[in-house]
Each structure stands twice: as C-alpha cells, then as structure tokens.
C-alpha cells in the first residue's frame, strides 16, 4: 500500500491552501481597495482598537483619506461586501457583537463586527513590507564583525561557566547577526548585479556616486579579511568548552511551548552548523561562507569598474553601446537581400576574405593530398601579404623602396644618449649618497636614482631562476655594481621621494664599478 505523502511546512493541502488564499485579496480586481480596508483596520488596532464595525472602519478610511490622497472615500465603495470578500479569505474574522445595538431592530439584524485573525494580520505585514521595501537601498554592515566576535568570546565564557541563559541569548544574537549579514549581502549583490545589467543606467547619479560605492566595497572587504581568521579562531574556542554542552544549554532555556525538546535540541544543533560552515568549516578544504563573501564583494569591486567604463564610454560617444547595436541590428532587419546585407556587414566590422587561404605550397606536389590541414607542414606567407594584405610584388613588379629617415634616426639616437647620461649622473649621486654601500641606510632616491635601482634589481634577479637560491647575485651598470646577498627573514627597506620599496630576503649594497651596460655580473 502506498505511503502517505508528507505535509508540505508542516501544513496538510487544507492547511496550505487557506495560508495561500490569504493573499487572494492581492490579485483581486479592487485591490486597492482592500489594501486600504486593512490599513484601516491596522490604523485602528495600532490604537488599541482591535474589534471594529463596519461604520467604525468607515470612519478610520476616511481619516486615512485625509491624510493619504491615494486613500479612496469610504462612501464611494461597498465596505460590507469587501469586509465580507476578506472574512471569505481568512484575513479577518466577523462576529457579533449584540451590546452594540441600540434597538431590537439591530439587535436582530446581527450587529457584525470584524478584526485581523492572527494568520491574516501576518499576511497583510508582508505585504506591507514589500511594499514599503527600498530595493535600491542595500549596504554592508561592516561593523558587525566586532560585534560577532565579542559575542563568540562571551558565549565561550558562559559555555565555560554553565550559564545556559546567557548561552541561549548569545546564540540568538549571533543566529540572527549572521542572518541579518546573509541578507543584506543577498540583497546588495543582487542590486549591483541589476545596475550592471540594466541598460538605463543614469550617468550623472552613477558617477556622482561611483567613490563612496567602491570604498564602502573596499572597507567591508578589509574588515571582512581582517576578521575572518579572528572569528575562525573564536569558533574553535567555543568548541572547545564543550559543543554538545552548549547546545543542551541553549535547547533548555529555549522557552518556545510547541516544539519538543528533541527538536529544540536538534533546532539549535543545525543552527550552530550552519554558523559553523560561515566561519570556520570542519573541512579545511572546503571554502567558508566568509570566503565565499569575500570574493563575491571582489567580482563586485569588478563588475562597478566594469559599469564605470561602459558609462564613461556611452559618456564619451554620447550614446551607448547598446543603442548603437540596436541600431545596427534595425539596419540589418531592413535591408532588402542578403546581397546588401553582406555590404553592410563588410562596410561596419571591417572583415573581407582571408587571402592567406588562397596560398599555394612551393611544390604542391610533395604534400600527400590525405594529409590533414592539423598534419599538413605550414605554408610560408610574406610579411606583406600578413600586414596589408597585399600580394608580394603587387603593383609595379618591383620591391617598394626602403625608407631610411636619417633625420628620425638622429633624434633616437640623441634621445638615447641624452637617456644614458641621465642615468650615469644618477648613478654617480646614488653612489655619493651611499659611501657605505648600505640602500637600507635611511637617505630617500629620487626618481632617477630609483630608476637606475629598478633596472640593476631587474637583470640581477632574473638570473635567479637558473642558478641556486641562496647564492648572491649581482648587476652593474652607469658605474654602479649592485650585490644582493640573501639574507632570510629580513625585509629591506629602500626610502624613495615617492614611497618605500621592500625588499625580502635579500640584503642590497652598491659599489662604484666601470661604467658598462646593464649585464649580469658574476659573484665570486
């Protein structure tokens, strides 16, 4: 015999079926309506009345229409049968009320009286949260971090001590803090994510806004870097006190009546793995929620540069992308025959023909026709054909002629000399501001100096690839013989008019040398 399906939420199809017909009142046709009979009815219970008649309700509509413009007049809509449409629905409940009648005429007519059934009430908040929800108005909270980690901290002490209450209310805490980051995370990547897809995207408002959106990216993630390994660390000392003991504690003063205090346990016991998994996995190769966050805030960082170049683009050309494409997409719908169609294809991406396929082999006959292209031996191609597009010989027959600028070719020349006396004077007072030998002395190079250290820096350490890591190594150039003797655990610093260059694992020291071209120099 067949098992009977589970309950879906908990709930039978009769119990489903009512929750979901308590939102009925959303896609009816006098939806507005409805909406403001609620309000109404919100209005009054917000002032401690919560059993209204319909008269009453009546009048809380119509002060809400002297507030509210898009408030429609009580006396323009039929109050009863929409009181009745929501009571039919499950989102108010109707009864009697016969010490509100003031004759037997309405004694007997059934005084009726509505309010919210608890279900009902829920509903219409939702909807009213939607409704009120800024979408575009989605942050990180940065700050949060510190308050995670000081509650870790304190729920290991209470762990520690056997405080079960204060275990439970720090578990709380950190339960919803870690909520509450889930989904403003949630919702601000998904913003971002709809304003990089969005074609309408303001120019002005996003480029008067486009700094404070990257530092608030960046600051969230350094915050985000700098207490990750904190929070891993707090969550294995909480661990440490005692993991099933915490979660007895917190499942016992867990004051909720309807829920056994097996599930309670086990309530808590998943709650905890999955701040766990946010934090600190048991699998050490398995990224953390944390992680995850991170790079998700980096592809952020990405995609708003990627969004700040295609705005300053559309900004530059005084029309997007987009529209451009669009455009052409409208041109080639219309035109009348693939003929012209092809026309326009050429005239707009610049593409014709590849000539190199029309290249014949030397000797076509020593290359077996079976042979495929992947097998077949390259056919050589002139750098004229490859450049331009032009045949060899094409034109006259004859080689074009050879353009020597001697004129251009001076003025490199002058430039290169000019270049190379610049860097000897600079290597001359790199020398004289360091009589000891020692860069890490303290004395700031300016930009020629530094420039002269970047070039001996680089043709040192590129021989050490090939050769042992803990040898010396050395470059000379301008004069200037550059050593760099490896000292492990040691960060040298060089004081430049720009900043500072840091240096690990290798002690620098100049000495004069023969002026010769940047080469490397062989260390005895």
């Not at 346990?265 to 048991?282: H, K, N, T, V």
């Amino acid at each position: 015999m067949a098992q009977p399906s589970p309950p879906s939420f908990g709930l039978d199809d009769f119990g489903l079926d009512d929750r979901m017909r308590l939102f009925s009142y959303v896609t009816a046709d006098n939806r507005t309506a409805y909406l403001w009979v609620l309000r109404s009815l919100d209005a009054a219970r917000s002032s401690y009345q919560v059993v209204l008649h319909t008269s009453e309700v009546a009048a809380a509509m119509a002060g809400l229409a002297a507030i509210h413009p898009d408030c429609p007049e009580p006396a323009g809509l039929e109050l009863p049968r929409l009181l009745d449409a929501l009571v039919e629905w499950g989102v108010l409940d109707r009864g009697q009320d016969g010490a509100r009648a003031a004759t037997l005429a309405e004694y007997r007519n059934r005084h009726s009286v509505y309010q919210f059934t608890e279900a009902g009430y829920r509903a219409h908040r939702a909807v009213e949260s939607v409704l009120a929800a800024g979408l575009g108005d989605s942050s990180l909270s940065r700050l949060v971090f510190a308050d995670l980690l000081a509650d870790l901290k304190a729920l290991a002490t209470a762990n520690a001590s056997g405080d079960a209450e204060e275990v439970y209310r720090k578990l709380s805490r950190l339960d919803r803090a870690l909520a509450d980051i889930a989904e403003r995370a949630a919702r601000f990547y998904h913003m971002l994510g709809d304003l990089s897809r969005t074609p309408d995207v303001r120019p002005e408002a996003f480029l008067a806004h486009k700094d404070a959106l990257l530092t608030h990216l960046r600051d969230f993630h350094d915050e985000l870097q700098r207490y990750t390994p904190r929070l891993r660390e707090a969550v294995l000392e909480v661990e440490a006190t005692g993991l099933d003991r915490m979660v007895e504690a917190a499942a016992a003063a867990d004051e909720r009546l309807f829920a056994t205090p097996a599930e309670r346990l086990e309530d808590w016991r998943r709650r905890w793995a999955g701040l766990r998994s946010w934090l600190a996995p048991a699998n050490d190769g398995v990224p953390s929620e944390a992680d995850r966050l991170s790079g998700a805030t980096m592809a952020a960082i990405g995609n708003v540069l990627a969004l700040l170049r295609r705005v300053t683009e559309a900004r530059r050309g005084g029309v997007s992308r987009e529209s451009q494409l669009r455009h052409l997409a409208a041109w080639f719908t219309g035109t009348g025959s693939v003929e012209v169609a092809h026309a326009l294809f050429d005239v707009v991406f610049g593409l014709g023909a590849p000539r190199h396929l029309g290249v014949t082999h030397a000797d076509p006959e020593l290359i077996p026709t079976r042979l495929s292209w992947w097998e077949a031996p390259p056919v050589e191609l002139s750098r004229t054909l490859v450049q331009s597009g032009r045949a060899p010989g094409q034109g006259n027959g004859r080689p074009a002629r050879l353009e020597r600028s001697p004129g251009q070719r001076d003025r490199l020349r002058e430039r290169q000399l000019a270049a190379e006396r610049h860097n000897t004077a600079a290597a001359t007072r790199l020398i004289e501001d360091h009589a000891d030998g020692d860069l890490d002395a303290g004395v700031e190079l300016d930009d020629q100096q530094l420039a002269v250290l970047r070039r001996l820096l680089d043709v040192a350490l590129a021989a050490r690839a090939g050769g042992r890591v803990d040898a010396p190594l050395a470059a000379a150039a301008y004069g200037v013989r550059l050593t760099l003797t490896p000292t492990p655990h040691r960060f040298t610093t060089v004081a430049t008019t720009t900043g500072r260059l840091h240096l690990h694992g290798y002690a620098l020291s100049v000495t004069p040398a023969e002026h010769t071209a940047a080469a490397l120099v062989p260390v005895p």
